[in-house]
């Protein structure tokens, strides 16, 4: 994947301790930085790619990440499904 969209993130230089939270609702400062970022969808596609386990990344807690894998799991399963 290329990584060029990281220069453009709206996190850049900012303290990355932000986009660390220790719960779920300390998330919302780093969910909104990210709201405002021109790279988030790719952000979001390198956490699920790279399984990244902590941190908000495009938007979304290391949960919501494992719920986005899940449904796409199950997308994927009913796609295959309906060819067969």
């Not at 290391?62 to 899940?70: A, F, H, N, T, V």
Request: net charge positive.
């Amino acid at each position: 994947m290329n990584e060029n969209w990281a220069g453009n993130a709206a996190c850049r230089g900012l303290d990355p301790a932000v986009f660390y939270p220790v719960t779920e609702d300390e998330a919302e400062i780093a969910k909104a930085i990210c709201a405002d970022c021109p790279v988030v969808e790719p952000c979001l596609e390198h956490a699920i790619t790279n399984r990244e386990k902590n941190g908000v990344w495009g938007g979304a807690t290391e949960r919501e990440r494992l719920r986005i894998i899940r449904r796409r799991r199950r997308i994927r399963a009913q796609v295959s499904g309906l060819a067969s």
